[in-house]
């Protein structure tokens, strides 16, 4: 036995020039060194002076922007924007469009004709200007307060109030609670409610891109864009997601919506680091933080991130957005029950994404107070109309409940639905099926 681990360490060793040589630099130590140095990850000078780095002595990380409150570019000497003003207009309409939505759906939902819905107040540029800068071949994974990600790739008054209500329209086929949007083309995947849990599946989705464009390299470029709260990222989730994305240089970007609550718990009691972006650095990821209120600066941010995604095979990148999120969590949250209302409505004067660019357009001559006014009627119009037909809609087929999982209808799931068949017939009295689609044909 001791011969045979002799031979298997001596064959061992003989490989490690081989994997030195793979790796670029040496895996054990070299005598006389003067650092640490581990292959791909440590590269540290030793030193006589024994010091820990206390992180209040260490800069905080920037804040980029590009315009201040008032709708001012802040940088002088920077070239001009080089986005069309029609490009511009359409950001900002997109903006309107959720803002009224929410402000519609949050009644509905008090009226009890919507079960659940999350507002985006405060954090539509975010949302918005990082979504223009995408392509329709890319992958979104959302968390729930990207409805402007939604609305910036195509997804329609129609398709929206279909999920809300869970009818035959809907791309579930009303499979899932209000607000958990998805749709096949642009790559946007369907949300799901666990915390944090599409962290680790857009590193993965990442690196599956990954593999098939070094298969095929005719197809386009493409990246995994990953959105979450800075709650999300104290899950264990987010640190997995993270490692897994930057040990196989993955490329996905990860944007944090820093809006100062995670539910009901504030920022400093949920980290006492430099935000989320200082751990994009920890797992060696280049990392950017953006003032969350400027679209434009979140759209260059994004648009920079895209590319660096792309280089040298890809690479992960991280955006942490700096927000305040003005409404509540949820319509099942009060949010004053933890916070002051002071607070919230300081916020909303002192800075205001759809506000601030609002400014900038009104500077710029384009826009003025009888437009905006007539958007926002003709908006809350759409939006209207469209709520009334989708609340009027049938429910999907009942066989829709059973569908979907996998390719074809398994014998266990045909069994169910024949079960299921035989007690509507049996007790029709105790099921009103008539707010479904073809009612018991459905089956």
């Not at 994974?141 to 035959?168: C, D, H, I, P, W």
């Not at 400093?268 to 953006?290: F, K, M, N, P």
């Not at 009334?388 to 996998?406: C, T, W």
């Amino acid at each position: 036995m001791a011969l045979s681990i002799s031979r298997s360490s001596s064959r061992l060793y003989a490989r490690l020039p081989v994997i030195s040589q793979r790796w670029g630099s040496s895996i054990s130590q070299r005598p006389g060194s003067d650092r640490v140095r581990f292959p791909g990850a440590v590269n540290s000078k030793f030193t006589t002076d024994m010091e820990f780095i206390n992180p209040t002595e260490v800069s905080n990380i920037p804040t980029y922007r590009v315009m201040d409150s008032d709708g001012v570019l802040v940088d002088k000497t920077r070239k001009p924007l080089d986005i069309p003003k029609d490009k511009i207009l359409e950001w900002y309409k997109n903006m309107l469009t959720v803002s009224v939505m929410d402000v519609i759906m949050f009644e509905a939902q008090r009226q009890g004709r919507l079960s659940f819905y999350m507002v985006s107040a405060g954090e539509e540029g975010i949302s918005v200007g990082s979504a223009a800068a995408l392509t329709p071949d890319d992958v979104v994974f959302a968390q729930y307060r990207e409805t402007g990600v939604f609305q910036q790739r195509g997804f329609t008054l129609k398709e929206f109030m279909s999920q809300l209500f869970a009818n035959q329209h809907d791309n579930s086929r009303g499979r899932n609670m209000p607000v958990h949007y998805g749709k096949n083309y642009p790559r946007t995947h369907t949300i799901s409610s666990p915390l944090a849990t599409q962290i680790p599946q857009a590193s993965g989705a990442a690196y599956a891109l990954k593999l098939q464009t070094l298969q095929n390299p005719d197809i386009p470029p493409r990246i995994v864009a990953c959105y979450f709260g800075e709650g999300a990222a104290s899950e264990g989730d987010f640190h997995a997601g993270l490692n897994i994305a930057a040990t196989r240089s993955c490329p996905v970007v990860f944007i944090c919506r820093n809006n100062g609550y995670a539910i009901s718990t504030p920022t400093l009691e949920q980290y006492r680091g430099d935000g989320i972006a200082s751990r994009g650095i920890g797992y060696g990821i280049d990392t950017i933080r953006v003032d969350g209120n400027d679209i434009f600066a979140v759209y260059e941010a994004m648009r920079e991130a895209r590319r660096i995604a792309l280089t040298d095979g890809g690479k992960p990148v991280l955006i942490e957005a700096m927000s305040y999120r003005v409404s509540h969590h949820s319509t099942s949250d009060d949010s004053f029950a933890y916070r002051a209302r002071v607070e919230v409505e300081d916020w909303k004067r002192r800075d205001n994404p759809i506000i601030r660019l609002r400014k900038w357009l009104e500077n710029e001559g384009i826009w003025n107070e009888d437009m905006e006014r007539d958007t926002r009627d003709q908006l809350r119009k759409a939006v209207l109309k469209e709520f009334g037909e989708a609340e009027r809609e049938l429910k999907p087929p009942l066989r829709s409940a059973f569908e979907g999982v996998y390719e074809e209808v398994t014998e266990e799931a045909q069994e169910q639905m024949k079960d299921l068949k035989r007690i509507l017939e049996t007790y029709p009295e105790e099921y009103d099926i008539r707010q479904f689609k073809d009612g018991i044909n459905g089956l």
